[in-house]
């Protein structure tokens, strides 16, 4: 059973930096791609960035604005989002999810076949 946990939510200050984890267990992801996606309160989930778990190959939202970075660890099976010079507009809570894209990704979210159970992020202003 594939399962995604997400870690390392939490409450910080504008400009604060935070890293998101995701764990994903329960099958082999070599050909799969992982996506990272936030919701807000009212608001539709929105695409945050994604990565090709075999190459690494990292996709992101143009309002990342290289402010975030995504990368693998294929030894621990975790994803992580570096998330820094955060703003109050990023509030939200943040979900990692699974696909078997291969080399490509989507900004879909319906395009996903597995989702973690999400970590909330809230920052002060």
């Known amino acids: 059973q594939v399962q995604l946990v997400e870690s390392g939510g939490g409450l910080v200050q504008a400009g604060d930096s935070l890293r998101l984890s995701c764990a994903a267990s329960?099958?082999?992801?070599?050909?799969?791609?992982m996506g990272w996606f936030r919701q807000a309160p009212g608001k539709e989930r929105e695409f945050v960035g994604a990565?090709?778990?075999?190459?690494?190959?990292?996709y992101y939202a143009n309002f990342v604005k290289g402010r975030f970075t995504i990368s693998r660890d294929n030894v621990k099976n975790t994803v992580y989002l570096q998330m820094n010079s955060l703003n109050p507009g990023d509030t939200a809570v943040y979900y990692c999810?699974?696909?078997?894209?291969?080399?490509?990704?989507?900004?879909?979210?319906?395009?996903?076949?597995?989702w973690g159970q999400g970590t909330q992020v809230t920052i002060s202003s």
């Open positions: 999810a699974a696909a078997p894209f291969g080399d490509t990704y989507s900004r879909n979210p319906n395009a996903y076949n597995y």
């Open positions: 990565i090709n778990w075999s190459s690494g190959r990292p």
């Open positions: 329960g099958r082999s992801f070599s050909r799969w791609t």
